[in-house]
């Protein structure tokens, strides 16, 4: 009986403790490479035409050299980089975990440095700061096809971004037809004109008195309305920023500036809608979602406009709002990019 008894526990000790232990998750290498921009150089901003990008290259790349390899492409947001993609966000681990997990299959992901003199390109393209969006959607995917092995077709070609990368993609997606296969957007800032967005107003007053990028002194909407007004209401050579401001400092006030706000409202994704409805009806998917609780308030009610005028338009797309605010739902395995973002491609992609 205590042979029995002894008998039993061994087993039970050997369902416990597996007799070998689990293989560690297959590691994916990222490339930083550089690329000299034909488009970017000579801008009248002084934006580097030298750009970063950070390429994630799934594990078994180097042992499968016949193998090739849908391509997602990852905007980064304002203030942000590809770097701190990778190194704060754990993006390459995250992406290990993924593929491991059956998420999504093995696949390329590549992230460009779009972050500028003043913290981002809002990937569109400007008189002051160059063509960006050329530079993203069409120079930048060309370079990646060139120097690795993508699946050099459109329907292997995803596009997503985070917050200013994800304006970035509803844009890109729209004004670059048959380009990508599908697109999804986190979080995306100024998806529609709002009085939160535009007028920044603890900003104004720095950026309208500033003469130059010092005198900005750190202040986030200041930074931010200078940016804009680069990307969207450019003229080069103009005051210290080569831009006209949405709001001008006179004696003793600030003056709004109609025609400014209206180039503003002209670039953000639910007025380039109705123009460009062909482009997103090509999409195999199109997807977008936004915390609840996000601290740029603008960003919920925007969507769910945009989400309304596809619906309107019967553009189909899936659109989410969750629990969450801007940043702390997106990374780490029960954020939207394991559980919604990576599936999601995995599903509207051809893979080899």
């Not at 203030?79 to 993609?85: A, P, R």
Request: proline residues 7%.
């Amino acid at each position: 009986m205590r042979f029995f008894l002894s008998f039993l526990l061994l087993i039970g000790l050997f369902c416990r403790f597996p007799t070998a232990a689990q293989a560690p998750t297959a590691k994916g290498r990222v490339v930083v490479t550089y690329l000299d921009s034909k488009l970017l150089r000579g801008n009248p901003g002084g934006e580097s035409p030298r750009r970063r990008v950070s390429v994630y290259l799934p594990a078994g790349y180097e042992a499968n050299p016949a193998r090739r390899y849908p391509v997602l492409y990852y905007l980064h947001g304002f203030t942000w980089s590809d770097s701190l993609l990778f190194h704060a966000d754990g993006l390459g681990e995250l992406l290990d975990q993924a593929i491991a997990d059956g998420q999504i299959r093995p696949l390329i992901v590549v992230a460009p440095n779009e972050q500028t003199l003043y913290q981002g390109s809002f990937y569109t393209n400007s008189a002051t700061n160059g063509p960006w969006a050329d530079f993203t959607a069409r120079e930048l995917v060309s370079f990646i096809d060139k120097n690795y092995r993508t699946l050099a077709r459109p329907a292997s070609r995803g596009l997503a971004g985070h917050s200013m990368g994800g304006n970035g993609t509803l844009r890109l997606a729209m004004l670059y037809p048959g380009n990508y296969a599908a697109a999804y957007a986190l979080s995306p800032g100024f998806v529609a004109p709002h009085p939160e967005w535009m007028a920044a107003r603890p900003g104004q007053a720095v950026a309208s008195r500033a003469k130059s990028r010092a005198e900005l002194r750190q202040n986030f909407d200041a930074v931010r309305l200078v940016a804009c007004a680069r990307a969207f209401s450019p003229v080069p050579g103009r005051g210290a920023f080569g831009a006209d401001l949405p709001q001008s400092f006179g004696p003793d006030s600030l003056a709004h500036r109609d025609a400014v706000l209206a180039q503003w409202a002209a670039a953000s994704p639910l007025a380039l809608l109705p123009g460009h409805l062909a482009s997103l009806r090509r999409l195999r998917g199109l997807a977008f979602d936004w915390g609840e609780q996000d601290q740029f308030r603008h960003i919920p009610p925007s969507c769910r406009t945009f989400s309304t005028e596809l619906a309107a338009y019967r553009i189909p797309h899936s659109a989410e709002g969750y629990e969450g605010n801007h940043g702390n739902g997106i990374m780490g395995r029960t954020g939207r990019m394991y559980q919604k973002l990576l599936p999601f491609f995995n599903q509207h992609l051809q893979f080899e």
